[in-house]
């Protein structure tokens, strides 16, 4: 699968009529899975939208986004006068796991992982971040992909999303397990010699009624 | 209980200038974050003028919401950043961060 995340903000007073052009237009491209909803109070750099769109592959995401169909929806979002800002990646299907089971919350992170990436890094925090689920039981359903083409604050490197029964499984569980304070998190902490991802980030959520990330 | 350890190897002759420039320049700042210095250990247990000296310096945090805020804060400081990148690394040869928890608490620890 070749997927295409895009989280715009927008202008005041454009919000609702560019949902809706974006709706109806996602709608009519042909995406084998499609995620386009409101964000909840509480993001951080984390936009209005989420929209997020699955492909076989990326030839067939690159034909979709260029089609007459999402034409409405590309143009609006290029507009700086109706898009105040969007960040955008596309990711074939990376580290996966979980349960495909029922709605709840999507969330999604965006790094980019540029402090010193050697290969030796990179490997070690990807597969300490992909271990996390392991650990921690409020992650039911979850992907680290590598971005291979990205814009918006940063030419972002990885793609982190969970799904979770509700917001506590984030904001609880997630938050407060030592798997992330004790242990992950030493790659974004400017205090450890481990540090690698940017401060600066993506951190999104939407409620989601059914399973959104697919193998 | 949780503890954010830096240990620090420093160049030789500097094991106390680097614990005094410590104290005055990062550890007021991390006091002030939430977190309390427990304890600076000095490996071998005296200053040594032509080797280097291993410190351990021991900050506790009551429960892992202390370590988020204190980590929060951080990050906005830049005396924080100048420390590590500038005022820092004259004195050392290495040095690594960790944080750790009494053995017997892991388990409720993990259970959130």
Not at chain 2, 62 to 90: C, I, L, M, S, Y
């Amino acid at each position: 699968m070749y997927n295409r995340l895009l989280i715009p903000t927008f202008a005041p007073g454009h919000r609702d009529a560019a949902m809706a052009t974006i709706a109806e237009a996602g709608a009519a491209i042909g995406a084998e899975a499609l995620l386009f909803a409101p964000t909840l109070p509480g993001v951080y750099n984390g936009g209005d939208a989420i929209w997020r769109a699955s492909f076989a592959h990326r030839a067939a995401c690159d034909a979709a986004l260029r089609s007459a169909a999402w034409a409405p929806a590309a143009e609006l979002l290029a507009d700086p006068a109706v898009t105040t800002h969007l960040d955008a990646v596309g990711y074939a299907t990376g580290k996966v796991g979980g349960l495909v089971d029922g709605g709840g919350l999507y969330r999604v992170a965006l790094f980019r992982a540029a402090i010193d990436p050697t290969p030796e890094r990179l490997a070690a925090f990807g597969a300490q971040t992909a271990a996390m689920p392991r650990a921690i039981r409020s992650i039911r359903r979850w992907q680290l992909a590598t971005a291979d083409e990205a814009s918006g604050l940063h030419g972002w490197t990885h793609v982190w999303e969970q799904e979770y029964a509700d917001r506590a499984g984030l904001e609880g569980a997630y938050m407060m397990h030592p798997a992330h304070w004790a242990h992950v998190e030493r790659w974004f902490d400017p205090e450890y010699t481990e540090f690698l991802v940017h401060p600066l980030l993506v951190h999104s959520f939407c409620a989601i009624d059914r399973p959104v990330i697919a193998a | 209980m949780i503890w954010i350890v830096d240990e620090v190897e420093t160049k030789p002759g500097m094991g106390a200038a680097f614990l005094d420039a410590y104290m005055t320049h990062y550890a007021p700042g991390n006091e002030a974050r939430g977190l309390k210095l427990v304890h600076r250990m000095v490996e071998p247990a005296m200053w040594l003028d032509d080797a280097p000296n291993r410190l351990l310096l021991v900050w506790q945090a009551d429960h892992a919401g202390a370590v988020w805020t204190a980590k929060h804060r951080a990050r906005g400081d830049a005396a924080v950043a100048r420390w590590w990148n500038e005022q820092a690394p004259p004195f050392i040869l290495s040095r690594r961060r960790g944080t750790y928890a009494p053995a017997e608490a892991l388990e409720a620890l993990a259970d959130v």
